[in-house]
């Protein structure tokens, strides 16, 4: 089955660790994202990546950040830089980059800084 | 700029009633896409439609139909004879040639079907 994983579903870090996201698909998809959602709120955009070895800043990129060594995977690094890092992260990935293409997304990971 | 609206913060209905969801979005692009997602409790976003601006056809998907109006600048969501399985979070959402590579997204209406 095609999809999008992310794991793992919840997390736990004490304040001042940096810690990694990982996000992989199997739907051959050249752009990948990662949004925040903080509760009650839409979806912020911290990181996209249109093509491997690339990607760009999003709304809400500082203390963050990623890397995109392989078409499949998009980990996210969250960082003590971060000053409220505690929040649900999901991870999407389309076709290809533009707002024409609708984006798929993974389960989520619940993040919790204490 | 883009922007995506969605006025009912929360709704709840009894089942079997009919419920719509209002959008209304702000583009100056000529070509642009609308799209609605659901979020279920387990938080995943699931996709369930796109439309470009050029179709301005009602679409109908079983219970599901959307009624995009480009004079209004809106594409709402009606559910026909809600299930308490609708319960979730529906987010519209906006794409098009401004900010190409993003997807701007309400802040969503909370619906909640009631047995």
């Known amino acids: 089955d095609g999809g999008i994983t992310q794991s793992p579903k919840y997390l736990f870090r004490k304040e001042g660790q940096n810690v990694t996201l990982s996000c992989e698909q199997n739907?051959?998809?050249?752009?990948m994202y990662w949004y925040r959602q903080d509760p009650g709120q839409g979806l912020r955009l911290i990181y996209y990546?249109?093509?491997?070895?690339?990607?760009q800043k999003g709304d809400i990129a500082e203390g963050y950040s990623v890397s995109r060594e392989k078409k499949e995977s998009f980990p996210l690094t969250v960082t003590s830089a971060q000053k409220n890092p505690t929040a649900f992260y999901l991870c999407?990935?389309?076709?290809?980059?533009?707002?024409?293409?609708?984006?798929?997304f993974g389960p989520g990971t619940r993040l919790t800084v204490t | 700029a883009q922007k995506v609206t969605q006025a009912q913060t929360e709704i709840s209905v009894v089942e079997k009633e009919d419920v719509t969801l209002d959008c209304v979005y702000e583009?100056?692009?000529?070509?642009?896409?609308l799209f609605w997602y659901k979020q279920p409790p387990s938080g995943e976003l699931v996709f369930l439609i796109r439309?470009?601006?050029?179709?301005?056809q009602n679409e109908i998907s079983g219970r599901y139909s959307w009624n995009f109006q480009k004079s209004t600048s809106s594409f709402n969501f009606t559910i026909t004879a809600s299930q308490v399985v609708d319960s979730a979070v529906y987010f519209c959402?906006?794409?098009?040639?401004?900010?190409?590579?993003?997807?701007?997204f309400g802040t969503g209406t909370r619906l909640t079907v009631i047995p």
């Open positions: 999407a990935s389309s076709m290809t980059s533009g707002g024409y293409y609708e984006q798929y």
């Open positions: 739907l051959n998809h050249d752009a």
């Open positions: 990546s249109q093509i491997v070895n690339d990607f």
């Open positions: 583009t100056r692009d000529t070509t642009y896409y």
């Open positions: 439309r470009n601006s050029f179709d301005e």
């Open positions: 959402a906006l794409g098009g040639q401004t900010g190409a590579n993003n997807l701007f």
